[in-house]
């Protein structure tokens, strides 16, 4: 996009200081950035991601203050945070859900992508860059939610860090390099402490690679088509702003809703029992965010199978740029792929669901069923897909899509949008 | 700018329909609903596999508070029967005047708390031991018992859990406690009992180490509230998640401060955002 | 929203003001529970006032208390030491204010001012240094006590005399008498 980089320093100082550092220039960019002007509200989640990552960091360094990462003071010390710490008890929520809201978020923003093949070429850097984003979320997620040392905390990090045990040879020797001893005890737990805290620093470094690779080629859309000319976008500031803004603000009327009203509705209850290296609860369930690859490990009878089908489930999102044979990106498009999105979508629902459920009877069933079905949508469905399905007609630009649906004269292409009811 | 000439036929452009958030917004909903209603119904499922008694709570719902009264007698309950076994270690004296709670008067608090023997385990007299002195407002809730083994080795074997965050640590936990502690019945015949343990149709596996703790007439109330069983559940449940959540009424307070806030906000980038796409031809 | 095209610049620039306005009112609120989560919690301010047991203190012994995570001295003055310390011109001293927390600002430092008032056998302050904040020297029996035979700190060598006032060195005030009563004879309350 450096086309569109044509930052002009207005006065000596901003002269001065673009020869020196070109940031005012930066700025200039992001401002002006062209932004396809068909983009709809599934695309405001790249914003309220970043608010995420930054509401996250800035309560999570303020809980750090009040935290001690020590097996016998931790589960006090959040105590002491929700009883004497002035307005602790909100600042703990917010981090709390705000995890959650923030795994909401971006699956949203990960199906988004799916749906309108926004993982296509040019952008599979920008889909990689954001797969390594998910997997960084997942690991800081985790290691969070050991620090209360509650129950939960405890047995979590026992289970997840188990996995560990099933690759061959090494695995006993891994485990205990996580634990930094013979079970989940302290060392883990300042371990995790440390590293909870500087994931969120790599996420955000990320982050700006996963923004850079989307300023090279630009923002998809729902038509999935290129922007050809100027018509087809607007700057992104005020038009985006607002819009991105607006769609933050509702988003955190959610985000309120469950930090004022209903704080412990995504948790669970069992954390609020001290760790007990004794006792394991009689039914143990990750967050939410991981039933459904918590399914998949389960799914599958064999230690060693289970992990590799559930870090399977992650890794074959590294690859799906090529395993998707199809030209077309968007499924407004595609009409067969359009219904396999849902059923996509459906199982994943379905999978979290199982993973929530107790492993037995018709639970173990229904869970591998979609476990097949969930690798066979990305190594099957998909790559036969983009060779049997016959794809509607694109449209020749976004401006004359966009004129098209105004003049009144409703085409299939945008009967398939899924904004319109 | 050709697109202009459309204009005149005044009717929504699809930027307009980009401003529509109707679907979004359903289909977020139905997704954050769709797994609070799964985990709402495994909360309800779990426990003793008998679904909770469901009590009106003052406290329920965005705009409920505590009744202050309820929790002075809850507290009472808790004193007088429950503090004999079950600790309270993250409660402090201060916490029963604090604001939002049953809100004890300073001096109240100050004579509650100076009937507690409190053994301070940073305090040493000149010969180094420790010293024992009467409780002060900044003093928690001393302990029944020293350690675990001490509290297994008075209640058969079983350890009273501590009363701190109970409320929160079981699935619907203030009507759980409130079904616990009325759900003391005689064990059905096809049961055979333990011994020690008493049948709770409300408890894992229905055979409870705690007997009954609560009857009719056991605690003095002098405000004429009724002195039954019923009440004094109800009453020790309130107390108890009090004690879990003693910033509760705080948090609902702000938050409705937040929410109203949001929406103003909402409703003016809205107007932004329309007038905006709009005006783009 | 029938609205024309003449009004809508003046209109929209209203709106811009608006929002921009409240989101910075929502922003000020926000910023305040992120910083006064730093300032001491329930648990500290409960700990704001201690109560000192004096009976086991001879004349001319010390006691240090901690108050607020602070050293408190105590010391039950013998009569050498209060006529020391009332010897003393106003003139002589560094510090002139009598740095007295139960005082009005400005009192004169003299010894009266210093110890509590029908109490001037003992003198109780806060044992921080006024210079940087170490901890003086002169409550153990065999320390230093400076050239004034009250206090000595070591870091940067300031001396203070049987009142606790500075009389040498690069400390600015007299050591600070925190808010105190007598709830009878031989018990303090602090703070």
Same mark, same amino acid.
């Given at each position: 996009?450096?086309?569109?980089?044509?930052?002009?320093?207005?006065?000596?100082?901003?002269?001065?200081?673009?020869?020196?550092?070109?940031?005012?220039?930066?700025?200039?960019?992001?401002?002006?950035?062209?932004?396809?002007?068909?983009?709809?509200?599934?695309?405001?989640?790249?914003?309220?991601?970043?608010?995420?990552?930054?509401? !996250?960091?800035?309560?999570?360094?303020?809980?750090?203050?009040?935290?001690?990462?020590?097996?016998?003071?931790?589960?006090?010390?959040?105590?002491?945070?929700? @009883?004497?710490?002035?307005?602790?008890?909100?600042?703990?929520?917010?981090?709390?859900?705000?995890?959650?809201?923030?795994?909401?978020?971006?699956?949203?923003?990960?199906?988004?992508?799916?749906?309108?093949?926004?993982?296509?070429?040019?952008?599979?850097?920008?889909?990689?860059?954001?797969?390594?984003?998910?997997?960084?979320?997942?690991?800081? +997620?985790?290691?969070?939610?050991?620090?209360?040392?509650? !129950?939960?905390?405890?047995?979590?990090?026992? #289970?997840?860090?188990?996995?560990?045990?099933?690759?061959?040879?090494?695995?006993? $020797?891994?485990?205990?390099?996580?634990? +930094? +001893?013979?079970?989940?005890?302290?060392?883990?737990?300042?371990?995790?402490?440390?590293?909870?805290?500087?994931?969120?620093?790599?996420?955000?470094?990320?982050?700006?690679?996963?923004?850079?690779?989307?300023?090279?080629?630009?923002?998809?859309?729902?038509?999935?088509?290129?922007?050809?000319?100027?018509?087809?976008?607007?700057?992104?500031?005020?038009?985006?702003?607002?819009?991105?803004?607006?769609?933050?603000?509702?988003?955190?009327?959610?985000?309120?809703?469950?930090?004022?009203?209903?704080?412990?509705?995504?948790?669970?209850?069992?954390?609020?029992?001290?760790?007990?290296?004794?006792?394991?609860?009689?039914?143990?369930?990750?967050?939410?965010?991981?039933?459904?690859?918590?399914?998949?490990?389960?799914?599958?009878?064999?230690?060693?199978?289970?992990?590799?089908?559930?870090?399977?489930?992650?890794? #074959?999102?590294?690859?799906?740029?090529?395993?998707?044979?199809?030209?077309?990106?968007?499924?407004?498009?595609?009409?067969?792929?359009? !219904?396999?999105?849902?059923?996509?979508?459906?199982?994943?629902?379905?999978?979290?669901?199982?993973?929530?459920?107790?492993?037995?009877?018709?639970?173990? /069933?229904?869970?591998?069923?979609?476990?097949?079905?969930?690798?066979?949508?990305?190594? /099957?469905?998909?790559?036969?897909?983009?060779?049997?399905?016959?794809?509607?007609?694109?449209?020749?630009?976004?401006?004359?899509?966009?004129?098209?649906?105004?003049? +009144?004269?409703?085409?299939?292409?945008?009967?398939?949008?899924?904004?319109?009811? | 700018?050709?697109?202009?000439?459309?204009?005149?036929?005044?009717?929504?452009?699809?930027?307009?329909?980009?401003?529509?958030?109707?679907?979004?917004?359903?289909?977020?909903?139905?997704?954050?609903?769709?797994?609070?209603?799964?985990?709402?119904?495994?909360?309800?499922?779990?426990?003793?596999?008998?679904?909770?008694?469901?009590?009106?709570?003052?406290?329920?719902?965005?705009?409920?508070?505590?009744?202050?009264?309820?929790?002075?007698?809850?507290?009472?309950?808790?004193?007088?029967?429950?503090?004999?076994?079950?600790?309270?270690?993250?409660?402090?004296?201060?916490?029963?005047?604090?604001?939002?709670?049953?809100?004890?008067?300073?001096?109240?608090?100050?004579?509650?708390?100076?009937?507690?023997?409190?053994?301070?385990?940073?305090?040493?007299?000149?010969?180094?031991?420790?010293?024992?002195?009467?409780?002060?407002?900044?003093?928690?809730?001393?302990?029944?018992?020293?350690?675990?083994?001490?509290?297994?080795?008075?209640?058969?074997? $079983?350890?009273?859990?501590?009363?701190?965050?109970?409320?929160?640590?079981?699935?619907?936990?203030?009507?759980?406690?409130?079904?616990?502690?009325?759900?003391?019945?005689?064990?059905?015949?096809?049961?055979?009992?333990?011994?020690?343990?008493?049948?709770?149709?409300?408890?894992?596996?229905?055979?409870?180490?705690?007997?009954?703790?609560?009857?009719?007439?056991?605690?003095?109330?002098?405000?004429?509230?009724?002195?039954?069983?019923?009440?004094?559940?109800?009453?020790?449940?309130?107390?108890?998640?009090?004690?879990?959540?003693?910033?509760?009424?705080?948090?609902?307070?702000?938050?409705?401060?937040?929410?109203?806030?949001?929406?103003?906000?909402?409703?003016?980038?809205?107007?932004?955002?329309?007038?905006?796409?709009?005006?783009?031809? | 929203?029938?609205?024309?095209?003449?009004?809508?610049?003046?209109?929209?620039?209203?709106?811009?003001?608006?929002?921009?306005?409240?989101?910075?009112?929502?922003?000020?609120?926000?910023?305040?529970?992120?910083?006064?989560?730093?300032?001491?919690?329930?648990?500290?301010?409960?700990?704001?006032?201690?109560?000192?047991?004096?009976?086991?203190?001879?004349?001319?012994?010390?006691?240090?208390?901690?108050?607020?995570?602070?050293?408190?001295?105590?010391?039950?003055?013998?009569?050498?030491?209060?006529? $020391?310390? @009332?010897?003393?011109?106003?003139?002589?001293?560094?510090?002139?204010?009598?740095?007295?927390?139960?005082?009005?600002?400005?009192?004169?430092?003299?010894?009266?001012?210093?110890?509590?008032?029908?109490?001037?056998?003992?003198?109780?302050?806060?044992?921080?240094?006024?210079?940087?904040?170490?901890?003086?020297?002169? !409550?153990?029996?065999?320390?230093?006590?400076?050239?004034?035979?009250?206090?000595?700190?070591?870091?940067?060598?300031?001396?203070?005399?049987?009142?606790?006032?500075?009389?040498?060195?690069?400390?600015?005030?007299?050591?600070?008498?925190?808010?105190?009563?007598?709830?009878?004879?031989?018990?303090?309350?602090?703070?």
């Amino acid at each position: 996009m450096s086309e569109d980089h044509t930052y002009q320093p207005s006065n000596a100082f901003t002269r001065w200081l673009d020869e020196r550092l070109p940031i005012m220039g930066i700025v200039d960019h992001m401002m002006g950035y062209p932004t396809p002007k068909n983009i709809n509200y599934w695309w405001t989640f790249g914003g309220i991601l970043s608010f995420c990552l930054v509401a !996250q960091i800035v309560t999570g360094v303020i809980l750090a203050m009040h935290y001690t990462p020590h097996v016998s003071m931790a589960f006090n010390s959040i105590e002491h945070i929700m @009883r004497d710490v002035n307005y602790g008890h909100l600042l703990r929520y917010a981090h709390a859900n705000g995890a959650s809201m923030f795994f909401i978020a971006v699956y949203i923003h990960m199906f988004r992508g799916l749906y309108y093949g926004s993982y296509k070429a040019p952008r599979e850097v920008l889909w990689i860059l954001g797969v390594v984003i998910f997997l960084l979320m997942m690991a800081a +997620g985790f290691m969070g939610y050991v620090l209360p040392w509650g !129950q939960m905390s405890f047995w979590g990090a026992t #289970v997840i860090t188990n996995l560990f045990s099933a690759i061959p040879y090494v695995g006993e $020797a891994i485990r205990e390099l996580l634990w +930094g +001893g013979f079970s989940v005890d302290n060392p883990t737990l300042n371990r995790f402490f440390s590293l909870h805290y500087l994931i969120p620093f790599i996420i955000a470094g990320v982050v700006i690679l996963h923004i850079w690779a989307l300023h090279v080629p630009g923002n998809n859309n729902p038509l999935g088509i290129n922007v050809k000319d100027k018509q087809d976008t607007v700057p992104f500031h005020p038009y985006m702003t607002a819009k991105d803004g607006f769609a933050l603000v509702l988003f955190l009327i959610l985000f309120s809703y469950f930090v004022f009203f209903n704080p412990n509705a995504m948790g669970h209850p069992d954390n609020y029992i001290e760790a007990n290296p004794l006792v394991t609860p009689a039914h143990i369930v990750p967050e939410w965010y991981y039933l459904p690859f918590y399914a998949i490990l389960r799914a599958v009878p064999d230690k060693l199978g289970g992990v590799v089908a559930m870090f399977g489930a992650i890794a #074959v999102l590294f690859v799906l740029p090529w395993l998707d044979t199809s030209k077309v990106r968007s499924a407004r498009f595609r009409p067969m792929y359009r !219904q396999f999105f849902f059923i996509f979508v459906a199982c994943c629902m379905g999978l979290g669901y199982l993973g929530a459920m107790p492993a037995e009877g018709i639970y173990v /069933i229904a869970s591998r069923i979609l476990t097949v079905y969930y690798f066979a949508h990305f190594l /099957i469905i998909l790559p036969v897909l983009g060779m049997v399905e016959k794809p509607k007609p694109l449209p020749e630009s976004i401006s004359k899509a966009v004129l098209d649906a105004h003049g +009144g004269s409703a085409s299939a292409n945008t009967a398939a949008a899924p904004e319109k009811r | 700018m050709t697109d202009t000439t459309h204009k005149t036929e005044g009717r929504p452009c699809i930027f307009t329909r980009a401003c529509r958030v109707t679907p979004f917004l359903t289909a977020l909903a139905i997704a954050v609903l769709g797994y609070t209603f799964v985990f709402a119904g495994e909360a309800k499922a779990s426990g003793g596999g008998v679904e909770n008694k469901s009590v009106e709570w003052t406290f329920d719902g965005p705009f409920g508070t505590f009744d202050r009264s309820q929790l002075k007698r809850g507290y009472k309950v808790y004193q007088e029967v429950c503090s004999a076994c079950h600790s309270m270690n993250l409660v402090s004296f201060r916490n029963l005047s604090q604001e939002g709670g049953p809100e004890f008067s300073e001096a109240e608090v100050k004579v509650i708390a100076g009937e507690f023997d409190i053994i301070d385990p940073n305090e040493f007299d000149e010969v180094g031991d420790p010293i024992e002195r009467a409780g002060l407002p900044r003093d928690r809730f001393p302990a029944p018992f020293s350690n675990e083994n001490a509290a297994r080795a008075s209640n058969g074997g $079983a350890l009273p859990p501590d009363f701190s965050v109970l409320a929160k640590a079981r699935p619907d936990g203030v009507n759980y406690i409130y079904s616990l502690l009325t759900g003391y019945e005689d064990a059905p015949a096809d049961v055979e009992m333990n011994a020690g343990m008493s049948y709770n149709a409300y408890f894992t596996g229905h055979q409870i180490g705690m007997a009954a703790p609560l009857s009719d007439e056991i605690v003095d109330y002098e405000d004429g509230t009724p002195m039954t069983l019923d009440q004094y559940s109800k009453d020790v449940a309130a107390f108890m998640y009090w004690a879990a959540e003693p910033k509760m009424e705080e948090r609902k307070q702000i938050g409705f401060q937040v929410i109203l806030y949001l929406l103003v906000l909402a409703g003016l980038l809205y107007m932004i955002t329309r007038k905006l796409w709009a005006g783009l031809h | 929203m029938a609205v024309t095209d003449t009004d809508e610049p003046t209109r929209r620039d209203f709106l811009y003001i608006a929002t921009g306005s409240f989101t910075a009112i929502g922003g000020a609120f926000l910023v305040w529970p992120l910083i006064d989560q730093m300032n001491p919690d329930a648990s500290a301010l409960a700990l704001a006032s201690i109560e000192v047991d004096l009976s086991s203190i001879e004349v001319g012994q010390s006691m240090t208390v901690k108050w607020r995570g602070k050293p408190v001295f105590i010391r039950r003055r013998s009569a050498e030491e209060i006529e $020391a310390a @009332r010897a003393v011109p106003l003139s002589d001293l560094i510090d002139p204010e009598a740095r007295n927390d139960n005082l009005p600002e400005g009192s004169p430092a003299n010894d009266q001012n210093r110890a509590p008032a029908g109490k001037e056998e003992w003198l109780i302050m806060v044992g921080i240094c006024t210079h940087l904040g170490c901890v003086p020297k002169g !409550q153990g029996m065999s320390d230093k006590k400076g050239d004034f035979g009250g206090w000595f700190c070591p870091c940067h060598g300031s001396h203070y005399d049987t009142a606790g006032r500075i009389r040498k060195g690069p400390a600015p005030q007299n050591l600070e008498v925190p808010v105190l009563t007598f709830l009878s004879d031989t018990k303090i309350k602090i703070g």
